[in-house]
């Protein structure tokens, strides 16, 4: 039979307790077992922020890496720059040498061309005119210092222009080399890029690790609140229901006075406990009917009444007439036993045996009114409940 006992809805029966106290402990070996998930994730946590921290920090060297690469591909892409300007000018060089080379030849040959043409008698007279035996041998020599100088220009200018190519050749090599440098540095770059993609891939995937695990651990948190909420109650209910197993056997080893219904309720089948609710409820009998109340010396109504009632044997019933009607389990009225509840439209009393109710009526005046007995059957009753079989 469920039943609201103290505040909390419980089972009520022997095992009640015992009940509540598996329950306790199945849900703190939940607890337990979902802390610990909580700490295996956690170390999870631990391990990829880790691997995260070694990641970034070999991701900021390679990027240091590649930033140190590029800035020696600038200088070297400066350099090769410089370089073929360098080699253009070399290029202008060399081929100007080589153009006066070419004038300076073609010069020669005409020289030797035009004594060719004039013949030796022509030269003769050159150098024999005027019959002047020093002249002739000033205009000889001078003949020759021409020849000579015509030739030694001839040879400044090859070596002049071999100068030029051995330079041009030399820029062309270092060009070269500043290019090797910056392939291997772009090489060098490309594997330093490949390695960072890499490492980032890894990264990325421990972020989502990293992220799956938190979201889980939020679930399990989340999980683990929602458990120590529900043992907070059932540590409630325990205490509840350990409150009120002392409540009843409070009130079931007590001995009421006699009054002009304990042997109508003694000769009533029934249970001992039931019978005693019904002698407890006939000790108030003439105390006042109050609107609202819940005291049995003070005042109570009629749903007050038997809410107390109960209250007092450890059961915590629903506050209302109405509510009561869903209380404990139905029986017929030709069943009743002492302590169940008789309701009727807008009202409620205690069944005490052979007929009479227990309860609180707000008949006018006093003391028609209060705590007093009557027939079962004054009203047309609508349900039996019984609350403790």
């Known amino acids: 039979m469920v039943l609201s006992l103290l505040g909390s809805s419980i089972v009520v029966s022997a095992t009640s307790i015992s009940d509540i106290k ?145 330079l041009w050749n030399n820029l062309e090599t270092e060009k070269a080399e500043l290019e090797a440098d910056k392939a291997d540095l772009e090489e060098q770059k490309a594997y330093c890029d490949d390695l960072l993609a890499e490492l980032k891939s890894k990264s990325d995937n421990y972020e989502a690790l990293y992220a799956k695990a938190q979201a889980e651990a939020a679930a399990v948190k989340k ?22 197993e002392a409540a009843r056997n409070n009130a079931a080893n007590q001995t009421y006075k006699e009054t002009d219904y304990t042997s109508i309720i003694d000769n009533a089948s029934g249970s001992d406990l039931g019978k005693k609710v019904a002698k407890y409820a006939c000790q108030y009998i003439g105390n006042p009917y109050v609107y609202g109340g819940t005291s049995l010396t003070k005042g109570a109504d009629c749903s007050g009444f038997t809410y107390r009632v109960y209250k007092d044997f450890g059961y915590n019933l629903d506050r209302t007439s109405y509510a009561q009607r869903s209380n404990g389990t139905e029986v017929a009225y030709a069943d009743a036993q002492p302590g169940d509840i008789i309701c009727y439209s807008g009202h409620v009393g205690i069944y005490i045996g052979g007929g009479y109710i227990v309860h609180a009526s707000s008949s006018k005046p006093y003391p028609r009114g209060g705590i007093k007995v009557n027939k079962a059957t004054y009203r047309t009753i609508l349900s039996v409940r019984r609350i403790i079989n």
């Not at 070297?76 to 300076?104: F, G, M, N, S």
């Not at 004594?115 to 000033?138: Q, R, V």
């Not at 999980?223 to 009120?244: C, G, P, R, T």
């Open 223 to 244: 999980e683990i609140q929602k458990e120590q909420k529900e043992l907070k109650k059932l540590q409630q209910d325990l205490a509840n229901a350990q409150a009120a």
């Open 22 to 166: 598996d329950k306790i402990n199945d849900k703190k070996n939940e607890i337990e077992g979902n802390q610990s998930q909580l700490d295996d994730i956690n170390d999870q946590m631990e391990g990829y922020e880790g691997e995260l921290d070694v990641l970034a920090e070999q991701m900021d060297d390679l990027n240091a890496e590649i930033i140190n690469i590029l800035a020696s591909i600038g200088v070297l892409e400066e350099d090769i720059a410089q370089k073929v300007l360098d080699i253009a000018e070399a290029q202008a060089e060399y081929d100007a040498a080589v153009e006066t080379q070419r004038v300076q030849e073609e010069a020669m040959a005409a020289q030797v061309q035009l004594m060719y043409y004039k013949g030796n008698d022509s030269i003769l007279g050159l150098l024999f005119e005027n019959f002047s035996f020093g002249k002739l041998l000033n205009r000889a020599e001078y003949a020759e210092a021409v020849m000579e100088y015509n030739n030694q220009m001839l040879e400044d200018y090859i070596a002049t222009k071999e100068l030029v190519l051995e």
